[in-house]
């Protein structure tokens, strides 16, 4: 149930890419993208260890969800799997915590799903 | 003084974030206007009483001292002091530079820096005041990055003579502000 | 699922926890570090900037390394860490009923050390359910952690040591800071931490609040408004801030369920948190063998968290017996001056009476 207009949040990163390359404290970026992961059917490059939400903010997912009544916008928030708004469906499976599951190659990630009815 | 200045002088760190010119001469780790004349010298811009004391245990020459209770601000023995800029990356705060007014061709400062890109030697850069405005032209004369700074850059530029109790910070030169 | 029957349980893996393993295992206990995420560290892991206090507090090191050599030392020292590992109830402040790949199990320590942390505070606003609005931690964890910028335009709301700190760590991370935002006459967080940030050109804005944030997918704008004393909007007060994305740094509140769970007696302490588990000097709950350090027993700072999990590991080492009541009072002593020196200056002050009050109503009521 995809509201028109989402692809809207699919802004491409910024210029200077959302990735920290270069930090002055935490230095240099050393992880090469290690495997995919599709979300929403677009493949999306994933580092190893870091969790779905890191690889789609990267690429400039900033929506993970969307309310079932007004198809409300949400994402990131809390970033430590307390607050649930950052729920996206993985291979199918609903309700997963994309702030601090870990990726792994193939994953199939849906945005766009509320949590799945009893029917 | 005009109204600015006398504001200048009553609304200080707790209001805005930045030191009050008032609060500055009472920090008992900033030297004189004398001392600073002489040569480079610590200004340690510690203002509050908060529960710290590396800059005391890593002065060389046992010129800062916080004392057993450590919300103590530092105090600077002028006269110890050789200004050879160790605290400053010592300090968590980042709250110490070392300014040397005694040249002819301009103040020095040395101010801590962990943004990047560094600036080289030889740049032109803004020279940035306490409240984040540009207020001078600055060159880059030296940026030390030895190891036991840890990740703390040491970038010591050369300012306009007079600036040096005024200049803290860098930006490149013509780079836009915050300010929305 | 855990190698050996365990002496003390150490739920959580952050400064307060880790440091009260180690501790205990300094004096010959059997330990077990529990936490549910899955690297250690807690909050040490988000922080690199250097911290303060004096050498015992690994003062002018950064928080990231102190992280990493408590983490080191708790593998040196063969302490059991089990990682993704939730805790997910307390009976009788005896079993302790654990998430292990999949698994319930039940454990029964001889005793327990509660280290859960803090959680963040919230703030809501018309536009506060947009992408883009996030707590300072998780603008933390992404940044620091995961090395993502959230964002390219920020607001900080919230002017106390946390959100000072977060702002000037997302300037380093290459976003900028549009302002921050401050309902308070003055400047919540300490002057230097202030400074750090002035000096980058980033406005602090007392006396103001967030009205609202717009947007269609993410954040757009930000719209602020100068309040009264009394914390009253005034009107014609309004200006808009261009920003995508608007940062939290509201407050934390003890995570403290387990306490509650285990039979734990609390408190109201508005300075530290909210509602909070009381403890005796030694840290220990009202809940016999079960203690509590860090966060969970009022929020303060990692270097208080590290020093109460010193003291939590220390007692409950010599309630099994493992240093004799002379020594254990010794250390009690040096534990206790420790953490007075870093609750003490008028910023201290405050902490100081709030954890007095907490530890008289401990002795009141027979525990």
Redesign the interface.
Known sequence: MCAEGSSSSREIGNARGSRIQQHPILGRDERTPCCTIWVDGQPIPACQGEPILAAMLAAGVVVTRRTEKHASPRGLFCGIGLCTDCMVTVNGVPNQRSCIIQVQDGMRIETCEEEADDA | MNEAESKAKTVG???????SCGELAECPGVPSNERLRRGPVAVI??????????CE??CPRGAICVGD???NRPCLDAGACIGCAICIA?C????IFVVDRSQEDGDYVSLPY???PLPKVGDEMSG?D????PICVVEVVTVNTRSAN???AVVTVRVPKSRGMDV??L?PEGEA???? | MMRSATDVLVVGAGPAGLAAAIESAKHGASVAILDENSSPGGQLLKQTHKFFGSERHYAGTRGIDIGARLIAEVADRGIEMLLETPVVGIFDGQVVMVVNQEKLLGVRPKRTILATGAGENTLAFPGWTLPGVVTAGAAQTFVNVHRVRIGERVVVVGSGNVGLIVAYQLCQAGMDVAAIVEAMPNVGGWGVHAAKVRRLGVPILPRHTIVEAHGENRVSEVVIQQVDEEYRPLTGTRSTIEADTICLAVGMSPRSRLADLAGCRFTMSPELGGRVPVHSPGMESSVPKCYLAGDVSGVEEASTAIEEGKLAGLSAAASLGLLDPGSYQKELVVCSEALAELRSGPFGETRKTAKDRIMREYERSGK
């Open positions: 760190l707790r209001q805005t974030g930045t030191l811009e510690c203002y509050e009483e908060i529960p710290c004391n590396p245990s890593n209770a450590i919300t010592r968590p705060g980042l709250a962990e943004l990047l940035i306490r409240s984040g405005e840890d990740r703390t803290r910070f930006r502000g915050n300010a929305f």
